[in-house]
């Protein structure tokens, strides 16, 4: 039986720990703090499962790995794929267009189609694109969804604080922005988050609004609640949610719909992401370790693919796409 060691449970450790199982292999899975929860950027994401709306200004192997995303995590928790609606406002409708070039998958769609996908926007904006085959799930959910899952299968999530070095046998590394001391070129782009409550707002689909400088999502979370995201800030600092990020969140989220003025604020988050220079996730190899990092902004899009290519290598030694040279 081959002795393999994961290093960090968030989305990607569990997805990697998941992989090995579906090979006969039951690995260890060690984090510093234990089970998921607001230590790490897993618990802070959207849970976007958009493939063809990153293609806007992510690089092909995201758009490629991340459309099987969907029907993996199916097998997991619950997805909705009610697909995703991208507007602009009226001074911001160039934006729609270059967004329209850059990407497939989808079809404009007029005031009154736009109201038929969304009710609660009707009369508010002009003309969007909708994505059809997308989709978006609870990530915290899915984070607990994915554990439990593991558990059943005797892989616990063990609290534990180590090196790969330290470790015998194969290691995948799965620590994320921690990993930085061994890869060099992973640098941490900084995010935050404010999950609200609005319960007179009924969106039934991630909608994202396209704004020259603050570019904004919404997710819906059921119960009234949303998910609004995210700062990209080229900066390893941490600490709580700065005034001026919150002001941009909160504004975008106002132009998107007044109601959200509203809104109760439930929480501020706010983490680090790991990205290679190129934003792509990737597997590096060093010896009997394998790097599994620079998820970035496509955490949940690309673990499932990241993983299967890492438990798959370990079970035949085959690569693929997705390992890089060091």
């Known amino acids: ?13 569990l997805w990697a720990a998941r992989a090995l199982l579906a090979h006969g292999i039951r690995p260890q899975l060690f984090d510093r703090h234990g089970p998921p929860g607001p230590h790490g950027c897993s618990w802070w994401a959207g849970g976007m499962l958009a493939p063809d709306c990153e293609g806007a200004v992510a690089e092909p192997a995201v758009v490629i ?12 928790t619950e997805v909705q794929s009610n697909g995703t609606l991208v507007l602009a406002l009226d001074r911001d409708r160039a934006d729609l267009g270059r967004f329209a070039s850059r990407t497939s998958g989808h079809r404009t769609v007029t005031a009154d189609e736009i109201a038929a996908l969304e009710p609660h926007l009707a009369g508010r904006h002009r003309r969007g694109l909708f994505f059809a085959d997308e989709a978006h799930l609870v990530p915290r959910r ?3 969804d994915l554990t439990a899952g593991l558990a059943a299968e005797d892989v616990t999530v063990q609290r534990v604080e180590a090196k790969p070095g330290d470790l015998p046998g194969i290691v995948i590394d799965c620590r994320g ?7 060099l070129n992973l640098r941490a782009v900084r995010g935050e988050m404010v999950l609200l409550r609005a319960p007179e707002i009924e969106l039934t689909r991630p909608v994202r609004l396209l704004h020259t400088r603050h570019p904004l999502y919404i997710v819906p979370r059921g119960d009234g609640l949303f998910m609004l995201g995210a ?24 132009a998107l719909d007044p109601r959200f003025g509203e809104a109760e604020i439930v929480e501020f988050g706010a983490d680090l992401r790991p990205a290679f220079p190129d934003n792509v996730p990737r597997i590096i190899q060093r010896g009997r370790v394998l790097h599994l990092n620079g998820l970035y902004r496509h955490g949940y899009l690309m673990a499932p693919a990241l993983a299967r290519q890492a438990a798959g290598f370990i079970a035949t030694s085959e690569k693929g796409d997705l390992f890089h040279d060091d």
């Not at 969907?70 to 997991?76: Q, Y």
């Open 142 to 144: 899915a984070l607990a």
């Open 65 to 76: 790995h991340g459309a099987g995303a969907a029907a993996h995590w199916a097998e997991v």
């Open 1 to 13: 039986m081959t002795e393999v060691t994961i290093l960090g449970a968030g989305v990607a450790g």
């Open 177 to 183: 922005f921690a990993a930085q001391a061994d890869l």
């Open 231 to 254: 700062t990209q800030i080229e900066s390893a600092a941490r600490g709580p949610v700065t005034a001026r990020s919150a002001l941009e969140l909160l504004s975008a989220a106002y």
